[in-house]
């Protein structure tokens, strides 16, 4: 498969900014993080992404951190952030490296990962409708601000020097440690069957999306930038969108490389002048793209069951509904014959 760089590339590239824009401003307004740093890591690894896997494999935020770190109004320093990365990083690329996901994708049977797709799917149409009632309204004055942006070369700067133990403490226990199993359900098993369903010519397996997930993430916090994966719900936006190869992740990457090396100065008026009701409609498409993969679950009622459990909990916790339905899935066999 060979990248493309046609319109519809140029079109799905911006299938998944309604997860990475509300991230991006959380974390550079709320936490404090250096704009430069986040949207170069970003830009680095979702073109990486596009020219290694030559399909538009998404690179997203890590979104239980990202929603802790900016629901903390500022408790949350970007050096816990850099050091939420750096274990992450360290976790999936040793996990990856071991075998271990192999059997972990061996034993989650298909209802659960159906499960975990669907409830994610309800959960960005829910909040596509929120941003939608918001309306299209901008701020007043966006236009004079607008009309003010600054251009100016910025280089990143090495993050990593003023972490604490306790940024490091806290960045591990606080952030990293609770998303490990929404990573897993959603980012590592739940990645790997889109991929597989989406371009079935070009499969990516667990132990390949856990790999790359740990690299970005020992790269990104050295410039800055926050934890980062790669979700099933990001395939679904981008291809929803039209794109079709890696020439997606490649065409948004360089958007943000820009945005990072000349325009960070003013990087939130940019975002915040598009209004929220465009952003909804992305999250609302991408849902439904989502969720519509349940159609694959087949007649079994026991599988059935099995996946609405598990999308039902998943609205709450993608790592609860993801050990749920694992467990519900053996009890039924055994019991159910």
């Not at 607008?146 to 003023?162: D, Y």
């Not at 465009?278 to 007649?299: H, K, Y």
Request: charged residues 10%; proline residues 5%.
């Amino acid at each position: 498969m060979k990248n493309r760089f046609g319109p519809r590339e140029l079109s799905g590239a911006f299938g998944d900014i309604g997860t990475l824009i509300p991230f991006v401003i959380g974390y550079i307004a709320v936490v404090g993080v250096n704009p430069t740093g986040i949207l170069l890591s970003f830009g680095i690894f979702m073109i990486i992404a596009g020219i290694r896997f030559k399909t538009p494999f998404p690179v997203q935020p890590m979104k239980a951190i990202g929603a802790t770190a900016i629901a903390s109004a500022g408790a949350v320093t970007p050096g816990m952030v850099h050091s939420a990365g750096l274990f992450s990083g360290l976790f999936w690329l040793a996990i990856g490296a071991s075998g271990a996901l192999k059997w972990i994708a061996k034993i989650t049977a298909k209802p659960v990962v159906l499960g975990v797709t669907l409830g994610l799917g309800f959960s960005f149409m829910l909040q596509g409708i929120g941003f939608m009632q918001q309306g299209f309204a901008l701020p007043y004055g966006i236009w004079r601000d607008l009309s003010v942006v600054q251009i100016g070369f910025t280089m990143p700067e090495f993050a990593l020097r003023g972490i604490t133990w306790q940024d490091m403490l806290t960045g591990i226990f606080l952030l990293a440690l609770p998303q490990i199993p929404l990573t897993l359900g959603n980012a590592v098993i739940g990645t790997a069957a889109e991929q597989k369903r989406a371009f079935p010519e070009n499969p990516i397996s667990e132990k390949r999306v856990a790999i790359f997930k740990g690299i970005m993430n020992l790269g990104a916090p050295i410039i800055g930038g926050v934890p980062m994966c790669n979700g099933a719900s990001g395939i679904a936006a981008h291809t929803r969108f039209g794109g079709k190869t890696g020439g997606t992740m490649i065409i948004i990457g360089g958007i943000l490389l820009v945005l990072g090396l000349f325009f960070s100065a003013s990087v939130l008026t940019i975002f915040t002048a598009i209004p929220p009701a465009v952003l909804g409609g992305i999250l609302f498409v991408t849902g439904l793209s989502l969720a519509m993969a349940a159609r694959d679950i087949g007649s079994d009622r026991r599988d059935f069951s099995v996946m609405l459990l598990v999308a039902g909990l998943s609205l709450w916790n993608v790592g609860a509904g993801f050990l749920a339905g694992l467990i519900a899935y053996r009890i039924l066999r055994h019991f159910g014959g």
